[in-house]
């Protein structure tokens, strides 16, 4: 009797648990929707904004576009009045790491010949990243099939690089943000013929943007010089990134120093002083 009470209580606590998250799951969605509609200047909401939200992501991906700097662009455009597709997408285009900044972040940890023979044994031995039961060679040495499968993807996208020139990288970005403009663009028309104050709907979505998209971040490179420079006893990085940290939004706190490039692999950073 005590055994079937137990299974009983561990069946419901799983049934509990199982619905903490599914609740868990739906707010988390619900308020990353929000933010990202805050983020991009939409005051109504879709059921498709979802699928607007990932092909955003897909296309920073695609064309290695630094994050910050991506929502600021969309901000300063003009997706209604004087909207010009090609000014547009030249802009977000400019903000795409060029062929060879792309080919430095691509850094596998084996050869393509080693790394084309620990695929074979992935594949072999029907390997999961998430480990799995059944026997695995590669454990033995420590290597990870995700590792695998990662210098993989490296090896595919630096022969794609390979054969590209600068010119046609600059095409396939403009490309790739042409496709999603699109279909921000045709959002924000519906969005401003849904929004109820129609008058004030340009200044209202430009207000939240502002709001919801910093205009700086602390930077690896800013604060690796933040450090260095603390351990010789001189803190005035450290305090002027304290200041301009209160009020990331502004752009009258910042200069061109604390809205620095990002880093990108091995590339030399901007000198913050």
């Known amino acids: 009797h005590g055994s079937v009470n137990t299974r009983e209580a561990v069946v419901s606590t799983q049934s509990t648990g199982d619905e903490e998250l599914t609740r868990w799951e739906t707010v988390y969605t619900e308020e990353y929707h ?6 991009l200047g939409l005051l109504t909401v879709e059921p498709e904004d979802s699928s607007l939200f990932a092909n955003l992501f897909d296309a920073m991906y695609e064309t290695h576009s630094d994050f910050t700097k991506t929502f600021q662009l969309l901000q300063e455009a003009d997706f209604l009045d004087s909207y010009d597709e090609y000014i547009v997408c030249r802009s977000m285009a400019s903000n795409c790491l060029s062929l060879e900044e792309v080919k430095k972040t691509l850094k596998p940890k084996f050869s393509k010949a080693d790394c084309t023979a620990l695929l074979q044994v992935v594949q072999k031995f029907n390997l999961q990243q998430d480990g ?3 026997f695995n060679p ?3 040495y420590g290597i990870e099939v995700g590792t695998v499968l990662r210098d993989h993807q490296i090896h595919t996208n630096l022969q ?3 054969d590209m020139t600068q010119e046609s990288r600059n095409q396939q970005c403009i490309d790739s943000w042409k496709t999603w403009i699109c279909q921000y663009k045709a959002r924000i028309e519906r969005d401003n013929s849904n929004y109820t104050d129609a008058d004030n709907y340009k200044s209202t979505r430009f207000e939240i943007q502002k709001k919801s998209n910093p205009v700086i971040v602390p930077r690896n490179h ?3 010089r933040a450090i260095d420079r603390a351990e010789l006893g001189d803190y005035s990085i450290t305090r002027r990134l304290l200041e301009v940290s209160e009020n990331p939004f502004e752009l009258s706190f910042c200069t061109d120093q604390w809205m620095a490039e990002r880093d990108v692999g091995d590339k030399g950073a901007a000198v913050v002083t």
């Open 160 to 162: 794609k690089f390979s």
């Open 138 to 140: 590669l454990a033995m």
């Open 34 to 39: 929000k933010l990202m509609r805050r983020k």
């Open 222 to 224: 800013i604060l690796q």
């Open 132 to 134: 799995g039961a059944g």
